[in-house]
């Protein structure tokens, strides 16, 4: 027999019993059930029951054995008496009676627990990550990630593609974050990064000839933690394609994702025939370039609703800045004083001064001549303004109304939603038609509300698309069972850096702008506005609220890249030393080629159902990018700065 085991602690069957067996494990826990000892036995396979009373000569030894020892039993496998059988375990029609038991190692006392799910501090557990590691669910959060990124081989060789090996020290390249320097010793005083993402040894890849690349690729980024990005280091799925236009790798990525969610989703929905959702839009629709879908809140612009009206508040910014304008975010069954109070201190608690509101009611009073009134006033606009579908539709409506009026009034039932009262500050002082008029456009109804958020879009959207957000939660509007995918298409391909004065990329700088460099000279000419329009092949993937993958069509002619950088402020000559592989590999023959790149831990973490990516990671630093199990970063000796040129210069105490 083995040295160790005969079987792991995940084998053991019915068909087993009657048979000597030998196993190896850790002791998971211990139970004294009238003086007969059962030993949870646990390997990286499963659990087994062992058994020892005081007629085995392992008796003595099992007595001694506390949670985490490492210990090998020998014994007869045996059927579990009648109504003990544990049908949650593949070993629990069986259990090994135990012979003789071997410590292989003790166990000192447990900072972190391991058995069930202890709600321990992370940094705790992040010093003692390999006892964290051995929990069930953490066990398995990794494991399971194996079997994703091996299932995402197999898709990739199976469409095509090559895994491609890229270096790992590399030139500092601007990828939108801190690179990671590395100082050379042979050549003093200069450094290489560790690459922030493998994008242009993928592009020259292309260049090469390979046609389609894909690398599982380790990524570097000196960058503040995020619940959704861990800090230092990360993986991500990295391809490439040559000879493609956006459409080639949306058809070939699309269905690969969806497979692969479909794999691991546990029975979770997944979007097929993914929504195709302009930047521009998911910002006025969502409030984020990386909508949650499963929401189905849509914010909308209801500027002209204000403009010129009874809220002062809005009127008067409106009239005074033509930049403002103001959206609405619609709230079905939030419809009640006590929600959008709630609402409003949570807005305070975001930083701003509160959050407007208006929501439908049964009216105490009712007049139908004062509502028939304002509902014909409302007909009549829809009229002068050409809406004359929309008037049909109220006219009808109203007729409608009233049907439903005569019977169910008496009875104070319920009253047709469009004879529903408009109720809160802004509904008094907006009155009746305009409130009217926003619930027509919302198709609200009874116990519903319209929140508002007003000033300029550029200052304001990503709050707007927090309330969203927090709506959804609050209402319980998120479909949990669904993982909602979409393409984010046309990123501006400029922005505007506040803080250096200067136009800046607001993507990846490789890109294509739309329309190519007759675009970028023409947008150049008309200056930074006409700059600041300019779109590019670019897109996301966002699911469930995050952005999971990012790519692009590829900037291959050196003209246009260079063009493109110049508009920056990086000269010619600058971009040649600085990125002189690229420039000069477009020089001689370079195919239009295009990719993406999807984050391996992000994913992990939505197909895990996790919190945040440091429970999909196996060994990750802490919030302040910290390492505690190995304890990095760590001084180094004056010796090794040495052999560097390097000099440490303490930071200027504020």
Same mark, same amino acid.
């Given at each position: 027999?083995?040295?160790?085991?005969?079987? *792991?602690?995940?084998?053991? &069957?019915?068909? +087993?019993?009657?048979?000597?067996? &030998?196993?190896?494990?850790?002791?998971? &826990? %211990?139970?004294?059930?009238?003086?007969?000892?059962?030993?949870?036995? &646990? +390997?990286?396979?499963?659990? *087994?029951? %062992?058994?020892?009373?005081p007629d085995s000569a392992a008796f003595k030894t099992a007595e001694a054995v506390r949670s985490e020892w490492v210990i090998r039993v020998d014994g007869r496998v045996r059927q579990r008496p009648e109504g003990t059988t544990n049908e949650e375990l593949p070993t629990g029609e069986v259990e090994l009676y135990a012979s003789e038991i071997e410590v292989l190692s003790e166990a000192k006392e447990l900072p972190v627990p391991v058995f069930g799910e202890p709600d321990y501090p992370e940094d705790l557990r992040l010093t003692y990550r390999f006892l964290d590691l051995r929990r069930e669910t953490l066990h398995g959060i990794i494991m399971k990630r194996l079997a994703i990124t091996r299932s995402i081989r197999t898709r990739m060789h199976e469409a095509g593609f090559n895994e491609f090996p890229t270096p790992i020290l590399t030139a500092s390249s601007p990828e939108g974050a801190r690179d990671f320097l590395v100082p050379s010793r042979i050549h003093a005083g200069r450094f290489y990064a560790l690459p922030q993402a493998p994008q242009q040894y993928k592009q020259l890849l292309m260049v090469s000839g390979f046609d389609r690349y894909f690398q599982i690729a380790p990524c570097f980024r000196d960058e503040d933690p995020r619940a959704d990005r861990l800090p230092g280091e990360f993986y991500q799925l990295d391809l490439e394609m040559s000879f493609v236009e956006q459409e080639d790798i949306f058809q070939t990525m699309e269905p690969i994702l969806t497979g692969l969610y479909e794999e691991f989703s546990d029975g979770k929905r997944v979007d097929r025939g993914w929504a195709r959702i302009p930047y521009d839009t998911a910002i006025a629709k969502y409030g984020s370039d990386k909508p949650d879908l499963r929401n189905p809140i849509e914010m909308a612009d209801v500027t002209e609703h204000f403009r010129g009206s009874g809220f002062k508040v809005f009127a008067g910014m409106i009239e005074k800045d033509p930049k403002v304008r103001v959206w609405a975010i619609p709230a079905p069954g939030g419809g009640s004083r006590a929600f959008c109070d709630r609402m409003n201190a949570w807005a305070q608690k975001e930083g701003q001064p509160g959050l407007g509101y208006i929501f439908w009611r049964d009216p105490e009073k009712f007049d139908l001549d004062e509502r028939r009134k304002a509902i014909q006033e409302l007909i009549g606009n829809y009229e002068a303004r050409g809406q004359t579908d929309r008037a049909a539709d109220l006219h009808a409506s109203l007729a409608k109304a009233e049907a439903e009026l005569t019977q169910h009034v008496s009875k104070v039932e319920r009253y047709p939603k469009l004879f529903l009262e408009a109720a809160g500050p802004i509904a008094k002082a907006l009155g009746a038609v305009r409130s009217l008029d926003l619930r027509e456009q919302f198709d609200l109804g009874n116990g519903d509300a319209l929140f508002f958020a007003a000033g300029d879009p550029a200052r304001f959207y990503k709050f707007a698309g927090l309330a969203r957000d927090e709506i959804g939660r609050e209402l319980k509007l998120i479909d949990e069972g669904r993982f909602a995918f979409a393409w984010i298409v046309d990123f501006p391909f400029y922005e505007w850096s506040e803080d250096e004065k200067k136009i800046d990329f607001s993507h990846n700088p490789f890109s294509m702008p739309k329309g190519g460099r007759e675009a970028l000279e023409a947008a150049e000419k008309e200056g930074r506005d006409a700059l600041l329009g300019l779109k590019a092949n670019q897109y996301d993937v966002v699911c469930n609220g995050y952005e999971i993958a990012s790519g692009s069509v590829r900037n291959h002619s050196p003209e246009t890249m260079v063009k493109a950088f110049e508009i920056t402020g990086l000269g010619r000559e600058e971009v040649e030393a600085r990125f002189g592989g690229l420039y000069r590999a477009f020089q001689y023959g370079a195919p239009p080629h295009g990719g993406m790149a999807a984050g391996i831990e992000r994913m992990v973490m939505l197909l895990t159902g996790t919190k945040t990516v440091r429970d999909v990671a196996l060994f990750p630093m802490n919030q302040q990018a910290a390492d505690l199990l190995m304890g990095a970063p760590s001084e180094v000796t004056p010796k090794q700065l040495r052999e560097l040129s390097i000099r440490v210069v303490a930071p200027e105490k504020k």
């Amino acid at each position: 027999m083995h040295r160790y085991r005969s079987h *792991t602690c995940g084998a053991l &069957r019915a068909s +087993d019993i009657g048979s000597v067996s &030998r196993l190896s494990g850790w002791v998971h &826990r %211990v139970r004294d059930h009238g003086g007969v000892l059962f030993i949870d036995l &646990r +390997d990286h396979y499963g659990v *087994t029951q %062992v058994v020892a009373d005081p007629d085995s000569a392992a008796f003595k030894t099992a007595e001694a054995v506390r949670s985490e020892w490492v210990i090998r039993v020998d014994g007869r496998v045996r059927q579990r008496p009648e109504g003990t059988t544990n049908e949650e375990l593949p070993t629990g029609e069986v259990e090994l009676y135990a012979s003789e038991i071997e410590v292989l190692s003790e166990a000192k006392e447990l900072p972190v627990p391991v058995f069930g799910e202890p709600d321990y501090p992370e940094d705790l557990r992040l010093t003692y990550r390999f006892l964290d590691l051995r929990r069930e669910t953490l066990h398995g959060i990794i494991m399971k990630r194996l079997a994703i990124t091996r299932s995402i081989r197999t898709r990739m060789h199976e469409a095509g593609f090559n895994e491609f090996p890229t270096p790992i020290l590399t030139a500092s390249s601007p990828e939108g974050a801190r690179d990671f320097l590395v100082p050379s010793r042979i050549h003093a005083g200069r450094f290489y990064a560790l690459p922030q993402a493998p994008q242009q040894y993928k592009q020259l890849l292309m260049v090469s000839g390979f046609d389609r690349y894909f690398q599982i690729a380790p990524c570097f980024r000196d960058e503040d933690p995020r619940a959704d990005r861990l800090p230092g280091e990360f993986y991500q799925l990295d391809l490439e394609m040559s000879f493609v236009e956006q459409e080639d790798i949306f058809q070939t990525m699309e269905p690969i994702l969806t497979g692969l969610y479909e794999e691991f989703s546990d029975g979770k929905r997944v979007d097929r025939g993914w929504a195709r959702i302009p930047y521009d839009t998911a910002i006025a629709k969502y409030g984020s370039d990386k909508p949650d879908l499963r929401n189905p809140i849509e914010m909308a612009d209801v500027t002209e609703h204000f403009r010129g009206s009874g809220f002062k508040v809005f009127a008067g910014m409106i009239e005074k800045d033509p930049k403002v304008r103001v959206w609405a975010i619609p709230a079905p069954g939030g419809g009640s004083r006590a929600f959008c109070d709630r609402m409003n201190a949570w807005a305070q608690k975001e930083g701003q001064p509160g959050l407007g509101y208006i929501f439908w009611r049964d009216p105490e009073k009712f007049d139908l001549d004062e509502r028939r009134k304002a509902i014909q006033e409302l007909i009549g606009n829809y009229e002068a303004r050409g809406q004359t579908d929309r008037a049909a539709d109220l006219h009808a409506s109203l007729a409608k109304a009233e049907a439903e009026l005569t019977q169910h009034v008496s009875k104070v039932e319920r009253y047709p939603k469009l004879f529903l009262e408009a109720a809160g500050p802004i509904a008094k002082a907006l009155g009746a038609v305009r409130s009217l008029d926003l619930r027509e456009q919302f198709d609200l109804g009874n116990g519903d509300a319209l929140f508002f958020a007003a000033g300029d879009p550029a200052r304001f959207y990503k709050f707007a698309g927090l309330a969203r957000d927090e709506i959804g939660r609050e209402l319980k509007l998120i479909d949990e069972g669904r993982f909602a995918f979409a393409w984010i298409v046309d990123f501006p391909f400029y922005e505007w850096s506040e803080d250096e004065k200067k136009i800046d990329f607001s993507h990846n700088p490789f890109s294509m702008p739309k329309g190519g460099r007759e675009a970028l000279e023409a947008a150049e000419k008309e200056g930074r506005d006409a700059l600041l329009g300019l779109k590019a092949n670019q897109y996301d993937v966002v699911c469930n609220g995050y952005e999971i993958a990012s790519g692009s069509v590829r900037n291959h002619s050196p003209e246009t890249m260079v063009k493109a950088f110049e508009i920056t402020g990086l000269g010619r000559e600058e971009v040649e030393a600085r990125f002189g592989g690229l420039y000069r590999a477009f020089q001689y023959g370079a195919p239009p080629h295009g990719g993406m790149a999807a984050g391996i831990e992000r994913m992990v973490m939505l197909l895990t159902g996790t919190k945040t990516v440091r429970d999909v990671a196996l060994f990750p630093m802490n919030q302040q990018a910290a390492d505690l199990l190995m304890g990095a970063p760590s001084e180094v000796t004056p010796k090794q700065l040495r052999e560097l040129s390097i000099r440490v210069v303490a930071p200027e105490k504020k």
